[in-house]
């Protein structure tokens, strides 16, 4: 069974408004990853180590 696609949906445009809210919730939404910390792998214990998959030798 084959699907053809014939055209590409079309997004609607955006007002004003909802572009600037939107870009404005990116904004916030990136200062708050960036304080996120990282994973150490040295710090977590071997049982976290092989249910993550760093002991297996896939990482």
Same mark, same amino acid.
């Given at each position: 069974? #084959?699907?053809?696609? &014939? +055209?590409?949906?079309?997004? *609607? *445009? +955006?007002?004003?408004? %909802?572009? @600037?809210?939107?870009? !404005?919730?990116? %904004? @916030? $939404? /990136?200062? =708050?990853?960036?304080? !996120?910390? $990282? !994973? =150490?792998?040295? #710090?977590? $214990? &071997?049982?976290?180590? /092989? &249910?993550?998959? @760093? !002991? &297996?030798? /896939?990482?």
């Amino acid at each position: 069974m #084959a699907c053809n696609i &014939d +055209q590409m949906p079309v997004r *609607a *445009a +955006q007002t004003g408004r %909802v572009r @600037f809210w939107h870009k !404005l919730s990116l %904004v @916030f $939404s /990136r200062s =708050e990853r960036r304080r !996120l910390p $990282s !994973l =150490e792998p040295c #710090a977590l $214990s &071997d049982h976290l180590k /092989r &249910d993550l998959g @760093f !002991l &297996d030798g /896939r990482c």
